[in-house]
């Protein structure tokens, strides 16, 4: 069955440092991927997606995400956070042919001043 | 503005009772969702709908209901038979289509009296 792994599941920074968050997902079929954020007592927000072409995506916000198929990973990358970037970001990975979303089990990012 | 909406934002729940999350979107999507969101878990899916009049078990549906009587509406029903309901409901929707993107409600806390 298909699965998505985010190994960390808080992950502490100061502002304007680095940050990567990791997801990684089991299967090698084709696939479409995404990143979403949730802040605190709300629902899921779009960040970017993968569904083809440049393996590189890139968000608004200055998030970017890069799809690594031979090693089946997403992971979503910011050069410089604020402080209203502390949410809760999920990786969610959809099979080509199926409606069916599996969600990764979130990562709490917290930047601190 | 076209987006998804649920009600009520807190609802309480007696042992033995059943109640019903409404979920109403009017962005004309085909498809429609129900997660469950508990701490650490992430999201967990319930029920998913492609169409009207129809619908399929997620991975956690035991004690859960669903129906889909117009393509706006697919209200969820958290019966007596599930011992554990406390938890963040999401509802989402799609179109359907290859270049999908699921967009998210607010959100339903559900708690045990």
């Known amino acids: 069955a298909q699965s998505v792994t985010q190994l960390d599941s808080q992950v502490p920074v100061f502002e304007e440092a680095p940050v990567e968050l990791r997801c990684n997902y089991s299967?090698?079929?084709?696939?479409?991927l995404f990143w979403y954020v949730q802040y605190p007592n709300q629902g899921l927000q779009l960040l970017l997606k993968y569904l083809s072409g440049s393996t590189l995506v890139e968000s608004i916000n200055g998030f970017e995400a890069e799809f690594n198929k031979s090693q089946t990973s997403f992971h979503l990358r910011k050069p410089s956070v604020h402080i209203s970037d502390t949410a809760e970001y999920f990786c969610a990975v959809r099979r080509s042919g199926t409606y069916k979303y599996i969600f990764g089990t979130g990562t709490r990012l917290k930047v601190l001043a | 503005d076209g987006g998804i909406t649920q009600s009520p934002k807190y609802l309480f729940r007696k042992e033995g009772q059943n109640v019903t999350l409404s979920c109403e979107q009017n962005l004309n999507h085909d498809a429609m969702y129900w997660y469950r969101q508990d701490p650490g878990q992430g999201l967990r899916l319930i029920y998913y709908?492609?169409?009207?009049?129809?619908?399929q078990k997620g991975d956690i549906a035991e004690g859960y209901s669903v129906s889909r009587e117009k393509k706006e509406s697919f209200p969820l029903t958290v019966t007596s038979a599930q011992k554990n309901p406390t938890a963040f409901y999401l509802c989402a929707s799609s179109t359907g289509q290859i270049q999908e993107t699921q967009y998210f409600g607010p959100g339903t806390r559900l708690l045990v009296l």
């Open positions: 299967s090698s079929v084709s696939v479409y």
């Open positions: 709908s492609q169409i009207v009049n129809d619908f």
